[in-house]
């Protein structure tokens, strides 16, 4: 099996696309059209030193993966599967068919321009430490604004939150072997700080049609692959929910054996997943798991019967131990049976969770 992989933003570099911007010159004049700019200029000489700026950045990107994946198709049949970190989603649903180069792009600028406009915030890697050292080290030092943005390996985690409390978090990576290192952000991307920006691109993206996968796409925000009715309500959450790429990458990984190729530039996430592959425990292929039957409603009344607010549970999914609820289960956007935890500050599905006492 084989699943191309698209970077997102950190990846531009000026020069970057190269000759594509000539060979699909088509689309590149529609990229043009959309945006009012020159994306051949930008990417290649970027005279007005504006690569770096999110609003210019994302289109950027967006365009050279596209172009990038334009070509591989030239040489190669479409894979099994598709997976994007953060921007990099918008290029596995686009080559999944979910939707046109150019409606991709009109949902890109608008997200970096949203994006953009978030200055309050600051986000650091925190290296060679757990998710449970750095939720751990955190709550131990009352730095509850502070969210966990990116966990892009078992060992390599991002943080994002006001700058003040990311400044303050510094000191508290940097003994040991743990590693700290600002990331050059604007603002606290995929944290609950750009819930704002996710109510305004939730909006936008309901004046958009998309059209089922031809290829299933892992989604950034659940680990798992797309179903297509939530996929505008997943690149909406997005923005405010943590983009797991190790749990994406380690499911593709459960299911047999793997060929991951990156298109776009650079090899930030071939690097990462081969990180990954390394820290992975051996794993057999996942098992197929008959669907549920129960409704949403039906599985959160036999909860709220069965387990009163307190209840300690484990995830199924993954490396939470120490989770507690904090409220009833509820049905979340009409179709999610979910409950909020205590130790992980966020809903789960409770499909995903199981009591522990």
Not at 264 to 279: A, D, Q
Request: with cysteine; glycine share 6%.
């Amino acid at each position: 099996m084989r699943t191309f992989v698209f970077p997102g933003q950190g990846s531009q570099k000026k020069t970057m696309g190269g000759t594509l911007f000539d060979e699909f010159e088509s689309h590149t004049r529609a990229a043009d059209s959309v945006l009012g700019y020159s994306i051949k200029e930008l990417c290649l000489d970027d005279p007005q030193n504006r690569l770096n700026k999110t609003e210019f950045t994302q289109p950027a990107l967006y365009v050279v993966n596209a172009l990038s994946y334009y070509k591989k198709l030239q040489e190669s049949s479409r894979p099994d599967f598709c997976a994007g970190h953060s921007l990099g989603e918008f290029n596995a649903l686009l080559a999944a068919e979910c939707f046109s180069f150019e409606t991709g792009l009109r949902l890109v600028r608008k997200r970096g321009e949203l994006m953009a406009r978030a200055q309050e915030g600051a986000m650091a890697a925190v290296l060679n430490a757990s998710e449970r050292e750095v939720r751990t080290i955190l709550d131990d030092n009352g730095l509850t604004s502070i969210d966990l943005a990116n966990f892009n390996s078992a060992s390599q985690i991002v943080i994002s939150g006001p700058p003040e409390d990311i400044k303050a978090a510094k000191p508290l990576f940097q003994s040991g072997n743990h590693l700290f290192a600002p990331l050059n952000t604007s603002g606290a991307f995929h944290s609950r700080y750009m819930e704002p920006a996710r109510q305004e691109f939730a909006r936008f993206l309901e004046t958009v049609t998309f059209s089922p996968q031809k290829v299933p796409v892992i989604s950034n925000v659940t680990g798992r692959p797309y179903e297509d009715h939530r996929a505008k309500e997943l690149l909406a959450e997005q923005l405010t929910s943590a983009v797991r790429w190790s749990d994406s990458v380690e499911h593709l990984l459960g299911l047999g054996e793997m060929e991951f190729e990156e298109l776009g530039h650079g090899n930030v996430l071939t690097k990462l997943i081969n990180k990954i592959r390394r820290e992975a425990p051996q794993r057999q292929p996942e098992p197929v798991v008959t669907e549920v039957t129960l409704s949403a409603p039906e599985l959160v009344r036999q909860w709220n019967e069965r387990h009163p607010v307190g209840t300690r549970v484990r995830s199924l999914s993954g490396e939470y131990r120490d989770l507690e609820t904090a409220t009833p289960a509820t049905v979340l956007f009409g179709h999610r049976a979910a409950v909020y935890m205590i130790g992980y500050r966020g809903y789960f599905d409770l499909t995903e969770i199981e009591s522990a006492n």
